[in-house]
């Protein structure tokens, strides 16, 4: 069974650096492109990025382009999302999702918030 | 990038009734590369529709999609009461993948 498995919920002080993850198990995890999603509060969907773990090659939505860093472990089959210096208008649910044709798994979410 | 605009904003229907949602892309979809979604309060979105016509893996056959180049549609045939829900369109063949901006089906 596929499963992806995100870090816990965050609040953080604008200008402060994070990282959130997704452990993937239950594939092969250099097999698939992995992806990340954002969902601002009461809001859609938006796609932020996009990476092939296999070579870490990464497509970023020219809306986050330079905004957050995407990456991936292959020896731990882990993808990360990663902030520098957060905004409070980086508040949101965040997820990962495995592409196969579609996002055909989730990750069951990431909240970040981020408050003075 | 290409923009998917979805109508209706919101479809309010009843249990066994129809529903037909609209994914319309500013221009072409590369190989019919589009997905249709479900998303519950509280709950990531759940792949439905693949390719624009192919049901994900253990998908109700009331779902259908269907369509072709800039013009999508999602069909519920019957309606039950778990389906109510939020509905997204995105393709993904054209890079930057992008999202519809949904579809609120309520009773």
């Known amino acids: 069974e596929v499963q992806l498995v995100q870090s816990g919920a965050e609040v953080k002080k604008p200008g402060e650096s994070l990282r959130i993850s997704c452990k993937a198990s239950g594939y092969t995890f250099t097999n698939s492109w992995i992806g990340w999603v954002r969902q601002m509060p009461g809001k859609g969907l938006e796609w932020m990025g996009i990476i092939y773990p296999s070579d870490s090659h990464t497509v970023y939505s020219p809306s986050f382009q330079g905004q957050v860093t995407i990456s991936a472990d292959k020896s731990i089959s882990t993808a990360y999302l990663q902030w520098s210096s957060l905004r409070a208008s980086d508040t949101a649910m965040y997820y990962c999702a495995k592409s196969s044709s579609g996002y055909d798994s989730w990750g069951q979410g990431t909240l970040v918030t981020v408050s003075s | 990038e290409i923009v998917l605009t979805q109508s209706p904003g919101t479809l309010s229907l009843s249990p066994g009734e129809r529903a037909t949602l609209s994914c319309r892309a500013s221009?072409?979809?590369?190989?019919?590369?589009l997905a249709w979604y479900q998303q519950k309060p509280g709950q990531p979105p759940r792949l439905l529709i693949y390719?624009?016509?192919s049901r994900a893996t253990g998908i109700p056959d009331r779902f259908s999609g269907g369509g072709s180049g800039t013009d999508f549609t999602l069909t519920i045939s019957r309606l039950e009461p778990e389906d109510f829900a939020v509905f997204y369109c995105?393709?993904?063949?054209?890079?930057?993948?992008?999202f519809g901006q949904g579809t609120k089906v309520e009773v």
């Open positions: 995105q393709q993904y063949g054209n890079s930057p993948w992008t």
């Open positions: 390719d624009a016509s």
């Open positions: 221009q072409s979809v590369r190989s019919r590369y």
